[in-house]
């Protein structure tokens, strides 16, 4: 697989349409063919109507959801792989099992935002060709890697096969999802954001913060080769004297909250978490992909353009063994809760 400079769905739709050989797919099928129709399909009747059915199921505006959003994850995913050694590069039919991941993965936003990664459940289901029974074993691994990328279930790729067989066709499951998941969470820039509405202060109060935190983050950058990450923001000066309303979920019970938040606050909070999912995507990643860092700068935009404020620049990185104590096993291996020292001793005794 030579890219030539070209995103995965331009180089997949003109695979071999010249010498018409399609050995690499299940059935000698003309699936670059397949994946175009599929694609403009949704482009034209789903994506541009998904912010719409959130906003009308849960009363929210989200950031962009729809064609253009498909394309940046798109293009953040061939960022990913472009120096994987040919040897372990994504083979055609793999390419075609992630690009139509990426296509279904938030469309159940149209349901509703809650549940989202299962609510695409119905439309796939629309999807599947009547007359060739068989997609319904390569949709389900499409779905699946699709639902891997969000949800209350925080680890849900290593709950996939890591080889999946697919009519005769060995695909790469964990891989295929953690690109798609790595690749979304990198798909959060300024592109997505209600510029508009933003500006004449027509967004629900509680979406407000996200479309900021958008559009304040104007370029990410992917050097694979490098194995590092870099994401740049500029904030307006104004928007730095303010806080923001934001909908949180606390403690166990997940008991929703609205808190004020400062939006250089919102930015280490996000860009934290786009450091932990960097840390659990490697472990599905490595080692086709290494990326080892990730480095933000944050610019403010004065109102006097003749001045100058230090722009901010912070590298998040893995680092030293912290303390060590007893809740963080409970945290990594919870079925544990059940079998402390006490509840040792306790179970221990009727055998006595």
């Given amino acids: 697989m030579n890219l030539h400079n070209q995103f995965l769905d331009e180089w997949f739709v003109s695979y071999n349409q010249v010498d018409n050989d399609f050995r690499a797919f299940p059935f000698n099928y003309n699936y670059p063919v397949k994946y175009n129709e ?6 034209a009747w789903v994506h541009p109507f998904v912010n719409n059915g959130s906003m009308l199921a849960d009363n929210g505006f989200l950031t ?3 064609p253009e959003h498909i394309k940046t994850v798109i293009k953040r995913a061939t960022q990913l792989i472009v120096e994987m050694l040919p040897k372990e590069r994504l083979t055609p039919y793999e390419v075609y ?25 119905p439309i796939v289901e629309k999807l599947i060709d009547p007359l060739t029974p068989w997609d319904r074993i390569e949709w389900l691994a ?37 690109i798609l998941k790595f ?22 109060e509680l979406s407000v913060i996200f479309h900021e935190y958008a559009l304040s983050l104007h370029s990410v950058l992917i050097k694979a080769k490098d194995r590092v990450i870099s994401m740049h923001f500029t904030i307006n000066e104004d928007l730095l004297h303010i806080t923001f309303k934001k909908e949180i979920k606390f403690g166990p019970t997940k008991e929703k909250r609205i808190i004020d938040q400062h939006l250089i606050d919102e930015i280490y909070l996000r860009t934290l978490k786009t ?28 109102n006097d353009i003749r001045k100058k404020f230090p722009e901010q620049n912070y590298l998040l990185i893995e680092t030293g063994i912290n303390d060590i104590h007893m809740d963080q096993i409970f945290e990594i291996c919870p ?6 020292g006490v509840a040792y001793s306790e179970k221990l005794k009727p055998v006595q």
């Fill in 97 to 121: 099992i992630l690009l139509m991941a990426i296509q279904v993965h938030d469309v159940g936003n149209i349901i509703s935002r809650n549940g989202h990664e299962d609510n695409s459940a």
């Fill in 183 to 204: 690749a979304d969470e990198l798909a959060e820039d300024s592109s997505r954001a209600a510029r508009y509405l933003l500006d004449h202060q027509q967004l629900p």
């Fill in 38 to 43: 599929l694609s403009n399909k949704l482009t």
């Fill in 64 to 66: 962009d959801h729809g």
């Fill in 275 to 302: 450091h932990y999912e960097r840390l659990y995507c490697m472990r599905f990643l490595r080692p086709y992909i290494n990326i080892d860092k990730i480095v933000v700068s944050i610019n403010v935009n004065l």
């Fill in 142 to 178: 499409i779905f699946d890697i699709a639902r891997s990328h969000g949800g209350e279930d925080k680890d849900k790729i290593s709950k996939l096969p890591e080889k999946n067989p697919i009519h005769g066709f060995e695909v790469r499951s964990q891989l295929l999802a953690a």
């Fill in 335 to 340: 079925e544990l809760k059940e079998w402390t």
